[in-house]
């Protein structure tokens, strides 16, 4: 666990980046600080290696004060994760890996074997071991800034802003695999980022700063979707806060109906406005309109086990039907969820 | 075309007079002081330069020093050096010639270096303190390769201007390629000044292949990004 005891810091210059700063970032969860820019986020988190040293108050790791530590082994011990990736040009990503085993002193042999099985564990071809870093997209290497931030197996990683250079298809791909990786590994993380989205799809915890290096309120992130703290909060999750909160909530308990589904073929008149025909695999194919027997309309799915009320709605708003489809793990149609259906789940979702 | 010929003929008279090619005023003895006297400027050059030029971009301190001093040396005249250092040190040692080209050639290599490690890009310096390299670790595994082509660059600009300066060392009486010119100039022997100007220029020729190869083998291709994907 990392505990900041109202920590404070003051540049030279007299900006208070950060201001009596009591955190706890709990063993084994992603803690992301999230706030405007220039309020403190970068300082705080490199106040955890030292990278910075705090002006007041004192930063634990498990109890032990970084203040009595010497930086370097202190930082040999933490993974750190930034912006550009901040690859070392003049060597192969191997070696790249490599950096702090090296520095440990592992085995040379050890060191590259580990290297290699992070190299696939973050998703990457092998074949790319042996390029240097500027043959990589930017990707490929804050992918392979992760995996060097986790070569030497630290407990503790610190990751600022690591996915904000890259385009946001790519970003999402980093965020699943960090969440992938993270429930392998179970690191203790702290995430910077100044996307409050990025924060809540990531955080176990998050906190929020204000500009002055101030608290503005930690909680987890449905609770902080639901019960922001004051206007600053309010306001910086922003407008469609209703709609992220959905996120939250399980598409497990939507009522579905069985009797819309008819296999291909089957022509028989019904008095329902649309229905959905399946292939012999029960897998769907489209809507049909009453009115138009003739017609397929496009359908949305979503998991039945385990997508969430944001994945339901977004299912059934690219239908003109305006039902969401519901299938099981092999594509399979499991029911249909109307519009009464989801309304009515909306309306507890709003109740609380 | 006239002056064509009349420059062959001057080549032909040089380097076909087996005279020029033995002894203690042959070629074989000129050229082998030439690079006696420019590698050791250069040596010592590159041993107070390069030293120097890590220390203060790697530190950041000590900055105007280098901008300063360098941009003075730039401006001393070599020949206004050569003559006060034999009237100092007299003209029976080579140090009255080396000195000055030493002096000539450390700006280069100090400049060079010192922007070298200096420009390595501040997120990659912060990354190296990340990982936990130590300030040493970071000046030696990470800004040093990273910065060694313009570090190589300063040098190769050095040796250059003291392969063609070295040419001096013949006014105080040394030997070196530079007699043939200065000889030749004094007894209006043109053969042996065009000769002895192509040898110089050859010599030149020479050091740059050699610096070129000295890169090629030390740079990382991942710096110099002169690579075939594999
Ligand atoms: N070395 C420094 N000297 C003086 N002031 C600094 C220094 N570094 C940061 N600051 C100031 O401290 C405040 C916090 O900076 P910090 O980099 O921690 O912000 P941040 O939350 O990471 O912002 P961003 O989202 O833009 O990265 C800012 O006002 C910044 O200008
Ligand atoms: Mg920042």
């Known amino acids: 666990m990392i505990t900041f005891d109202s920590v404070s810091k003051r540049y030279p210059d007299g900006t208070v980046a950060v201001d009596a700063l009591s955190l706890e970032a709990p063993t084994g969860e992603i803690t992301v600080l999230v706030g405007p820019s220039g309020c403190g986020k970068t300082t705080s988190l490199r106040m955890i290696n030292r990278m ?22 202190l ?13 070392f040009p003049h060597r192969r990503i191997i070696d790249n890996i490599a950096t702090v085993p090296y520095l440990l002193g592992w085995d040379r042999k050890k060191a590259r074997a580990t290297a290699m099985e992070l190299l696939e564990r973050v998703g990457l071809d092998p074949a790319l071991a042996q390029r240097y870093p500027f043959q990589l997209s930017g990707g490929q290497q804050q992918r392979v800034g992760v995996a060097r931030a986790l070569a030497a197996d630290p407990p503790v990683l610190l990751m600022d802003e690591p996915f904000s250079a890259v385009d946001p298809i790519v970003r999402t791909n980093l965020q699943d695999e960090l969440l992938r990786l993270q429930s392998e590994l179970n690191k203790t993380i702290v995430f910077v980022t100044h ?15 204000r500009v002055g290096g101030r608290l503005a309120q930690v909680a987890d992130p449905k609770t902080l979707l639901s019960e922001p703290a004051d206007d600053f909060v309010r306001e910086f999750l922003g407008q469609d806060r209703g709609i992220r909160r959905l996120r939250f909530i399980s598409a ?6 069985t009797d819309l589904t008819v296999p291909e ?50 299912a059934a708003l690219l239908s003109p039907s305006g039902c969401a489809v519901a299938v099981d793990e092999q594509g399979k149609v499991v029911g249909v969820a109307t519009r009464q259906a989801l309304d009515e789940a909306l309306t507890e979702a709003a109740d609380g | ?17 087996p005279e020029n090619w ?16 420019s590698a050791l400027a250069l040596v010592l050059a590159v041993l107070i330069a390069v030293p120097l030029g890590l220390l203060v971009g790697h530190t950041g301190r000590g900055e105007l020093l280098v901008v300063v001093s360098a941009n003075l040396a730039r401006a001393l005249p070599t020949l206004g050096l050569l003559v006060m250092f034999v009237l100092l040190l007299g003209a029976s040692s080579i140090w009255p010639v080396i000195i000055p080209l030493v002096l000539l050639s450390v700006p280069p290599i100090l400049v060079n270096t010192y922007e070298g490690v200096k420009g390595v890009d501040p997120e990659l310096r912060d990354a190296a303190y990340g990982m936990g390299l130590r300030g040493e670790q970071v000046l030696w595994r990470v800004l040093v ?86």
Not at chain 2, 3 to 9: A, E, M, P, R, V
Not at chain 2, 158 to 181: F, K, N, P
């Open chain 1, 265 to 314: 073929g089957s022509d028989g008149g019904t008095s329902e406005p649309w229905l959905l025909v399946v292939d012999a695999d029960d897998r769907p194919l489209g809507w049909r309109p009453g009115a138009e027997p003739g017609r397929l309309e496009p359908f949305g799915t979503y998991a039945h086990r385990g997508d969430t009320m944001r994945a339901a709605l977004d």
């Open chain 2, 145 to 230: 390769p990273v910065a060694l082509p313009l570090i190589l660059l300063g040098c190769r600009l050095s040796a250059i201007q003291v392969v063609a300066t070295t040419t001096v060392a013949a006014y105080t009486g040394l030997g070196g390629l530079g007699r043939y010119v200065i000889d030749g100039f004094a007894t209006k022997d043109y053969a042996s000044v065009v000769g002895g100007s192509v040898l110089i220029v050859l010599f030149a020729l020479v050091v740059q292949v050699l610096f070129a190869l000295v890169q090629r083998v030390t740079v990382s291709p991942g710096v110099s990004r002169r690579l075939k994907v594999r």
């Open chain 2, 22 to 37: 033995t002894g203690s005023d042959g070629i074989p003895m000129r050229l082998l002081e030439h690079l006696e006297f």
């Open chain 1, 252 to 257: 497990d308990g939507l009522r579905l109906r």
């Open chain 2, 1 to 17: 075309m006239n002056w064509l010929i009349s420059f062959l003929d001057w080549l032909r008279e040089f380097f076909g007079d």
């Open chain 1, 195 to 209: 996307d409050i989205d990025e924060a809540i799809k990531l955080g176990d915890r998050v906190a929020v700063l």
């Open chain 1, 75 to 87: 930082r040999r011990g933490i993974g750190y994760v930034i912006q550009q990736a901040g690859l």
């Open chain 1, 52 to 73: 910075i040293d705090a002006s007041e108050g004192e930063i634990l790791l498990d109890g032990v004060p970084v203040r009595g530590i010497d930086p370097p082994t």
